[in-house]
């Protein structure tokens, strides 16, 4: 008799994105690639990219913007500048932080600082 049930299919799979994952968290800072992410979990790109949006709600690349916005948050809030914050979490430049941020926070980098009181 097969021991798989209708429940237990799901759990391999979100388990199958925990490599990825923790890579992403480990080098947020760096370039990520989304073929070596599927290899880390034994995946196809196309197939990796479909189980990720399914159980995060997301794409790979808006999660790893999302957490890199996140981080350059906290960056920025220590009174890190900006173009020092967007090199350590991963993005090109200032710049390129400065669009993804206001795109997600509807404020840029320097505005943000500004209303949590951190000097700049």
Not at 44 to 50: E, I, Q, V
Request: proline residues 6%; aromatic residues 8%.
């Amino acid at each position: 008799m097969d021991n798989r049930t209708a429940g237990s299919a799901a759990s391999p799979r979100r388990r199958s994105l925990e490599p990825a994952l923790q890579h992403i968290r480990a080098h947020l800072g760096e370039p990520l690639r989304l073929e070596a992410l599927a290899a880390l979990c034994g995946l196809s790109l196309w197939r990796f990219a479909t189980v990720f949006r399914e159980h995060v709600g997301i794409s790979p690349y808006r999660y790893v913007n999302a957490l890199r916005i996140q981080h350059a948050q906290t960056l920025l809030s220590q009174g890190v500048p900006a173009a020092r914050a967007a090199n350590e979490v991963g993005f090109y430049d200032q710049s390129h932080l400065n669009r993804r941020f206001k795109r997600q926070c509807g404020m840029t980098p320097r505005e943000f600082q500004q209303r949590a009181g951190v000097p700049c």
